[in-house]
């Protein structure tokens, strides 16, 4: 099942009149799981080392790598190859993908967020009601820079557990 914020990706990330689903959509734990609210009711993982950053699409245009060994390549003409990259779909946790499709770049004038469409649908997750669930488009990643290191990542699973986040790192960075 998509998350509600994946419908309208671009729209998303351009205004923060959507009842927190801005900040799930960058990528970021926002208001929509209680964070700086002091009504956290689990432990949240925070983000990866680094801050926001704006890229271009030649900086995107590489091979970027989890912490697995799962690599998602972007291309200069906007295509894709995944082999086992993390992905974020709905609230499911170890999900990796393989495949290709085409990518795309939003953004604000503080970060750069990577939406990707598979060209085949993959498996979401192991929903019981719907065990045959299948998705294209999993949850955008927002760029950060940490130092010389430049990351992809997306928060994954149930924010109410410690699954670790989904961050990719390119290492023409």
């Known amino acids: 099942m998509r998350p509600a914020c994946q419908a309208d990706f671009y729209t998303t990330l351009s205004g923060d009149d959507h009842?927190?689903?801005?900040?799930?959509?960058?990528?970021?734990?926002?208001?929509?799981?209680?964070?700086?609210?002091?009504?956290?009711?689990g432990s949240v993982m925070p983000p990866p080392e680094g801050g926001p950053v704006v890229l271009k699409s030649a900086a995107l245009a590489a091979t970027w790598t989890d912490a697995d060994?799962?690599?998602?390549?972007?291309?200069?003409?906007?295509?894709?190859?995944?082999?086992?990259?993390?992905?974020?779909?709905?609230?499911?946790?170890?999900?990796?993908?393989?495949?290709?499709?085409?990518?795309?770049?939003?953004?604000?004038?503080?970060?750069?967020?990577?939406?990707v469409t598979f060209d085949a649908a993959q498996p979401?997750?192991?929903?019981?009601?719907?065990?045959?669930?299948?998705?294209?488009?999993?949850?955008?990643?927002a760029a950060l820079r940490h130092g010389k290191v430049l990351k992809l990542w997306v928060a994954i699973g149930d924010p109410d557990n410690d699954y670790p986040n989904c961050v990719l790192t390119s290492p023409a960075s």
């Open 124 to 141: 979401a997750g192991f929903d019981i009601a719907h065990p045959d669930s299948l998705e294209r488009e999993p949850a955008p990643y």
């Open 69 to 115: 060994g799962g690599t998602l390549t972007l291309k200069q003409d906007g295509t894709f190859v995944a082999d086992d990259v993390c992905v974020a779909v709905s609230w499911y946790d170890g999900l990796t993908w393989s495949g290709t499709g085409t990518w795309n770049q939003g953004g604000n004038k503080e970060q750069t967020f990577v939406g």
């Open 19 to 41: 009842d927190g689903r801005f900040e799930r959509c960058a990528g970021h734990r926002g208001k929509r799981q209680g964070i700086g609210t002091g009504t956290e009711s």
